[in-house]
């Protein structure tokens, strides 16, 4: 079995035995640096990351193929890549960044399997009288139309 193919079924094995984690990234080089970003339904600790690291470390032998593995969380700053990534942070605040070059900066209200709906807080003219008032607005933004999409991380 090629050395990729190895580390794909090792992997996959070490997720199985922690269903809440998942896969965002698997790279790896021409020198044999394996780089896997991982994160969590409850997020990923420290211990969940050795443990992925061990069980592929420890089925591999380095005489036969020298290799170095780097086993890390996806981060706070880490744009979403995955549904399951957008359905785990509804009720936090996004940044998102469409194809059509717009931004928003909302609250993840929704997340289905093809679109997620953002709210945010607008002041607005009273449609009757003077002033303004305070409205919510909500919109709905296919996956397919997000170019980025970041966690915005708020300091109470």
């Known amino acids: 079995m090629k050395f990729k193919e190895n580390i794909q079924k090792l992997l996959a094995e070490a997720l199985s035995l922690q269903p809440d984690l998942f896969l965002i990234d698997l790279h790896i080089d021409d020198l044999s640096r394996v780089q896997v970003v991982l994160d969590g339904d409850n997020g990923v600790s420290l211990e969940q990351c050795i443990k992925v690291s061990r069980h592929i470390e420890h089925q591999l032998d380095r005489e036969v193929h020298d290799f170095s593995l780097e086993v890390s969380s996806a981060g706070a700053t880490h744009p979403l890549q995955m549904v399951r990534q957008y359905k785990k942070n509804i009720g936090r605040k996004l940044a998102v960044h469409t194809i ?3 931004n928003f ?5 929704q997340a289905d399997d093809d679109q997620i709906t953002l709210e945010w ?3 607005e003219p009273k449609p009757i009288g003077k002033g303004k008032h305070t409205v919510v607005k909500q919109l709905q933004v296919p996956y397919n139309q997000i170019e980025k999409a970041t966690v915005q991380i708020q300091f109470k």
């Open 100 to 102: 059509d070059n717009d």
């Open 105 to 109: 900066k909302a609250t993840l209200a």
């Open 121 to 123: 807080k607008a002041r």
